[in-house]
């Protein structure tokens, strides 16, 4: 199954980086360059990292200077997720490229590789609940209020994995189709956010 390697992929991303724990840490990948293995590696990284981007700059005694510093940093792990989504995505249309689809297929509300997207976030949710499932310096109604949380993210990952493999199986078998479009991120291109246009000398 396709969401079984992904979820494992993923998995192993997860424990890579937490070996170092370390948001500046240089990760390669262990898969052959080039390969869809390698993108979601990859992709599950960069989601990782910027998890960890994301709690540090909720620090209330970060320094301000810093704090913007992050906040550029995370403005560009955004554009490589999307850019990586994308990837993913045009690496499903060339092994789809063939497929005719039926005359009655339908599209898809969301492309298989944000599909992923949301299975890689996934994985990382479940992997820090059940790292506060096994904290000792929390109280018993902690850890319980977690595990319960962590059984709800536990089926849904089930789920939204028998979801993206149905997707597959549309796709492939032409019952679906797809069709991806360019995310127009707008605050990040000088030409289209105001406040970046506006401020050209």
Known sequence: ???????????????????????????ETPFAA????????????VD?????????????????????????????????RTDMVEYIDSYML?????????AEARLNTETPAWAIDRLSILALKIYHMRQETLRDDVDDAHRDACRKKLDTLLTQQVDLSMAIEELLE?????RKYMK??????????PSLNPVLYGNKQ
């Open 94 to 102: 060339d092994k789809y490229k063939d497929v005719k689809p039926c």
């Open 170 to 174: 549309d796709i492939e078998a032409g």
């Open 1 to 27: 199954m396709f969401t079984g390697n992904a979820n494992a992929i993923f998995n192993r991303a997860i424990e890579d980086y937490h070996r170092h724990d370390d948001v500046d840490h240089v990760f």
């Open 48 to 80: 990782t990292v910027q998890w960890h981007l994301e709690d540090i700059i909720r620090d209330p005694n970060i320094d301000p200077v810093d704090a913007l510093a992050l906040k550029r940093r995370i403005d560009r792990s955004n554009q490589v």
């Open 180 to 189: 991806t479009y360019k995310q127009m991120k707008m605050y990040n291109d």
């Open 34 to 45: 080039g390969s869809l293995d390698a993108l979601l590696y990859e992709k599950n990284m």
